[in-house]
């Protein structure tokens, strides 16, 4: 008898961690760093599940359209899905901002955290804002922006995932107007195409177990843990136990209510998209063990995950969002700033908004956290201090936000009347 994946990846998961925490960081075994090792196994995973990602998502949403049909039915699944994004993320930051009011993270012993904390800023977070660059731009013009990209092609190679499905929506929607002849050559074409990326996520997945080791044990490797839960280790815990209740609480309540599905199905069916998320920090990389386990785990049609999918990768966002939230009202805490009602709101808003323009890579959420902090007039330098958590809630929160976009595929295929393996 096999192991079922998920078990593999969690115990994959399990002995990263400890072997990430037994060892230094500058161990080595025959005289290579074990941290390269780690990196190596890790990057290669990582590299294979993205070099599926723009045939895959092109060839999904094009097949997804060619099912979809006419426009009044795009117009109403795409309405449908954009306001399930809208409303989960919302609750998202409702329940980040509820906690951390209550919580107060920033404050130790009744006074702003500021002085304890030592706030800095060091050239590691320079450093990785520059990596992020444009790819974590915030801003909501530049969303539409990118949407319609001048070259197609550059955007694919890019990873410029919006556009890519804009471009799939538009190709998918005009190939069904042309005549039968060629029109049945293209969606045999594109289903093949389609069909032939889904089996290589398959082959990819099988490996996933050494590619997560990989990525868990070099973040395990890296962190201090100690150091983690003296200084902010209150923020930790309230972010963690916002995204807990969000996935917990307020998303099992959507499906039940909304797609009339066991919550509990849904986790499992999920689970290896889940560890997987975990793992990587991407919900863009982790999109193809998505879409597969949406497939084939809870037997929701491909016509509605080629399309919800794709887009809940790239625009829904709601651990993203609930920790933007939550860290920006760390920052304002910790600096001992006035919170009126029009500061948090401000927040919430920018919080829902920048969301939508991060990009489902590891750390993206940092270049959106400034945003927020210009609008309310703080330093940057409180970045900083989240650099000491964020690769751990990084890995937490794309967990959420995977789990929040299939939670809509559900929702939209329960709705569209379609039978799934979930009830
Ligand atoms: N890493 C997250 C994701 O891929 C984005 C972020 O919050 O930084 O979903």
């Given amino acids: ?32 760093p074990l941290l390269s090792i780690f990196e190596f196994l890790g990057t290669l995973f990582l590299n294979a ?6 045939p895959l998502v092109l060839s999904s949403i094009i097949c997804g359209m060619s099912g979809i ?97 804009f471009f799939g929506i538009l190709f998918g929607f005009f190939m069904l107007k042309i005549e039968n002849e060629h029109k049945n050559i293209m969606i045999g074409f594109w289903q093949g195409v389609f069909q032939t990326m889904m089996f290589i996520t398959m082959f990819v997945m099988k490996l996933s177990p050494y590619g997560v080791f990989g990525l868990v044990a070099t973040t395990a490797i890296a962190t201090d843990f100690r150091e983690l839960m003296e200084t902010v280790g209150l923020f930790f815990l309230t972010v963690a136990m916002a995204l807990l209740a969000h996935a917990l609480i307020t998303m099992p309540i959507l499906l039940k209510v909304l797609g009339r599905v066991n919550p509990v199905k849904q986790i499992k069916a999920l689970s290896p998209a889940m560890l997987t998320a975990f793992s990587t920090a991407s919900s863009s990389g982790t999109l193809p063990v998505t879409m597969e386990c949406m497939e084939k785990n809870a037997g929701v049609s491909n016509k509605t995950t080629s399309f919800v999918l794709p887009l809940g990768a790239t625009i829904n966002m709601d651990g993203t969002a609930l920790y933007e939230c939550v860290a920006a009202m760390f920052i304002a805490q910790a600096y001992g700033l006035e919170l009126s009602f029009s500061v948090q709101f401000t927040i919430v808003v920018i919080a829902l908004l920048t969301s939508i323009g991060v990009a489902g890579i590891p750390s993206a959420s940092l270049v959106a956290i400034t945003v927020i902090l210009s609008a309310v007039g703080l330093p940057l330098e409180g970045i900083g201090l989240l650099m000491i958590t964020d690769r751990i809630l990084d890995m937490m929160r794309t967990t959420v936000n995977v789990f929040s976009d299939s939670c809509c595929a559900t929702v939209i295929a329960r709705t569209e009347g379609e039978e799934t393996s979930l009830q």
């Fill in 49 to 54: 599940l993205k070099m599926v990602i723009v």
């Fill in 69 to 165: 049909g006419s426009g009044g039915n795009l117009g109403r699944l795409g309405g449908k899905t954009l306001a399930f994004y809208m409303i989960s993320s919302l609750l998202a930051i409702l329940m980040g901002l509820f906690l951390v009011n209550m919580i107060q993270p920033g404050i130790i012993g009744g006074e702003p955290a500021k002085e304890l904390l030592g706030l800095t800023i060091d050239g590691q977070v320079e450093q990785k804002l520059e990596s992020i660059g444009n790819r974590g731009a915030g801003d909501i013009a530049e969303v539409f922006l990118r949407m319609v990209p001048p070259n197609i092609v550059f955007a694919a190679a890019q990873g410029q995932m919006l556009g890519l499905i």
């Fill in 1 to 32: 008898m096999k192991l079922q994946l998920h078990w593999q990846i969690l115990i994959s998961i399990i002995l990263a961690v400890v072997v990430g925490t037994a060892f230094e960081p500058t161990t080595t075994i025959f005289s290579i």
